[in-house]
């Protein structure tokens, strides 16, 4: 499906951030009137936006309709008002913060929500600063949970430039969800191209977010991401089947070292993953581990690696030690994007 990224009223109510921006701070001043008519601001006595319910500028009627309508997730636009473009929206939280982020309209019926990306901005460095999803303060025991970004209300980033540096939204702690997505997309490749690029897409069926508080935030405040808080396999958080929208299993197999191919089986997404030395990895994607040595296909996790070599947002996926465990370059190289619905 070609994407289009124009506003469009009756299909999708996608924003850009200038003119949104500049229609709010014009509509602060005047929403109020659309009820009561004239009323005197200091010395200035405005004329009305609607007469007998109809707006004079239409135009304006179209951007107020857009304020009045915006929704907690991408799912509730797509049920709602039968968006169908991709693209960035505005979206509000339960406390009333509006936020944009991308939404997926298309994939497995649309309603996904870009919630964070991680992003790797030194495969080479062992938690340096830009590690934000394990530790920008190095390898610390004193530290053992890192940034506790998976478990914190913490946020950063924009959405549009989501694979060029980390995200992380308000949605990922605010909404409720059942499911998630994941994009494996080339590193600052531009928004229109996303779908298209990306080496690998997936997304769960199961609604196992249902049991785990809705979203990650709350999953991973169940399973923390703490050095020896738990032992490989035995305490190893939920795993969900996947469904792929890009890729399979084969596929997703031939992305990590040629070495490893025993320690995982394809198909799955898990969470919260130990490995021989205790330490966490917060997400293994597309697979469920069988093995130990989960810093070789997971990413993300507490601030704390027995070996530093493993520390940072892509733990070990590059290994220098061993090249047949180290992941392949379109995987080192591509930004891991999250999705909810």
């Known amino acids: 499906m070609e994407e289009s990224f124009e506003p469009s009223l009756e299909k999708s109510y996608e924003l850009k951030t200038e003119k949104m921006l500049r229609f709010i701070l014009f509509l602060m001043c005047f929403m109020h009137l659309s009820h009561t008519g004239l009323r005197v601001l200091g010395n200035v006595t405005p004329r009305p936006i609607t007469i007998n319910g109809t707006y004079i500028n239409p135009e304006l009627g179209k951007y107020h309709a857009k304020l009045r309508i915006l929704s907690q997730s991408c799912l509730d636009i797509k049920e709602k008002y039968g968006a169908t473009q991709n693209g960035i929206y505005f979206l509000t939280t339960k406390s009333g913060t509006v936020y944009q982020t991308f939404c997926d309209m298309t994939t497995a019926g649309g309603g996904w929500t870009l919630v964070a990306s991680v992003h790797e901005n030194n495969i080479h ?46 949605g990922y702690y605010d909404i409720q969800a059942q499911d998630v997505a994941v994009w494996h997309v080339p590193n600052n490749k531009v928004l229109k191209d996303w779908t298209t690029a990306a080496i690998l897409r997936y997304h769960t069926e199961s609604h196992f977010l249902r049991e785990h508080g809705g979203n990650l935030y709350h999953l991973f405040k169940k399973y923390p991401l703490k050095f020896a808080a738990g032992e490989c396999k035995a305490d190893m958080g939920p795993s ?32 919260r993953a130990f490995n ?8 293994c994607s597309g697979v469920k581990p069988t093995g130990c040595n989960t810093q070789h296909y997971c990413i993300g996790g507490g601030g704390f690696f027995q070996d530093r070599r493993h520390c940072g947002d892509f733990t070990a996926l590059d290994w220098s030690a061993d090249k047949t465990k180290s992941a392949s370059k379109e995987m080192i190289e591509s930004t891991v994007m999250l999705f909810y619905r």
Request: proline letters at 2%; one cysteine or more; charged letters at 25%.
């Open 276 to 283: 021989t030395d205790k330490s966490a990895l917060a997400m």
């Open 240 to 271: 969900s089947p996947v469904v792929y929208d890009t890729g399979d299993k084969d596929s997703t197999t031939a992305l990590y070292g040629s070495s490893l191919k025993d320690e995982f089986e394809s198909g799955f997404i898990t969470f």
């Open 125 to 170: 460095g062992a938690c340096t600063v830009g590690d934000r999803w394990s530790s920008q303060q190095g390898n610390d025991q004193h530290r053992p949970e890192g940034e506790e970004t998976w478990a914190n209300t913490a946020t950063f980033g924009t959405a549009e430039s989501s694979t060029g540096d980390d995200y992380k939204n308000l």
